[in-house]
């Protein structure tokens, strides 16, 4: 089975540009999630989806991301606009079933100028 | 309100040498356990976990760890390190109940020749 591709894995964008990174899951697994990864902050939840539905939205990241999974398949999330402190590894994982485990994606590198 | 501490932030060990990487945990009841690990430029990656039974868990490569209720611990050991297991470990904790999972802020494992 193919894990979970994220692309593009690296991105570089100016402030203010609105920029989209995509997620594929593992095949069959019903939940997906996306992290933001920093030194300083670690790993940060930014989404939670089970089953196309939106179950946590990581509060302190509304206002300017969103996510959506548009089908079992496939996951988008937007950053708009772009800051310098977006700058981060973004991390897309999938799970199948409902013990966390989790299959993570290489992640996609987020550099804002 | 469940946690995880990671007490150590990065630790040096010499090729050949013991490991031992300290996660510490609070949550009402006994939660999955999980240690993930994290090579340069890839996503996480599941190297053991535990969710009831024998405290102590076989995991790849030859790591294993021990669940103890009585300290809240979930410690990951090896016998004999090698350099290329050199890379970030991080503790997680599931509740029972769903798919959400907290991660630890990770160790840095530096194996020196």
């Known amino acids: 089975d193919a894990g979970v591709t994220q692309t593009p894995r690296h991105e570089v964008a100016e402030k203010g540009q609105t920029i989209i990174l995509k997620c594929e899951p593992v095949?069959?697994?019903?939940?997906l999630f996306w992290y933001r990864q920093t030194k300083i902050q670690g790993l940060e939840l930014l989404s939670y989806?089970?089953?196309?539905?939106?179950?946590?939205d990581g509060g302190a990241f509304k206002d300017r991301f969103k996510a959506e999974m548009l089908n079992s398949s496939f996951s988008t999330l937007k950053i708009q606009p772009t800051e310098p402190k977006d700058s981060a590894v973004y991390l897309c994982?999938?799970?199948?079933?409902?013990?966390?485990?989790?299959?993570f994606g290489e992640g996609s590198k987020l550099t804002v100028l | 309100a469940q946690s995880v501490t990671q007490p150590d932030a990065r630790v040096t060990v010499s090729e050949g040498a013991s490991l031992q990487l300290r996660c510490k945990y609070s949550?009402?009841?006994?939660?999955?356990l999980f240690w993930y690990v994290q090579y340069p430029r890839q996503g996480l990656q599941l190297l053991l976990k535990?969710?009831?039974?024998?405290?102590v868990v076989q995991g790849v490569n030859s790591f294993e760890a021990e669940f103890s209720k009585s300290n809240s611990s979930f410690h990951l050991q090896k016998a004999s390190v090698h350099w290329s297991d050199s890379a970030v470990y991080f503790c997680a904790l599931s509740p029972n109940s769903n798919n959400r999972i907290f991660f630890g802020d990770g160790t840095q494992l530096v194996v020196k020749p």
């Open positions: 535990y969710y009831s039974g024998d405290p």
């Open positions: 994982a999938s799970s199948r079933d409902n013990t966390g485990q989790l299959y």
């Open positions: 949550y009402s009841a006994t939660p999955y």
């Open positions: 989806f089970r089953s196309k539905s939106l179950m946590e």
């Open positions: 095949s069959g697994h019903n939940d």
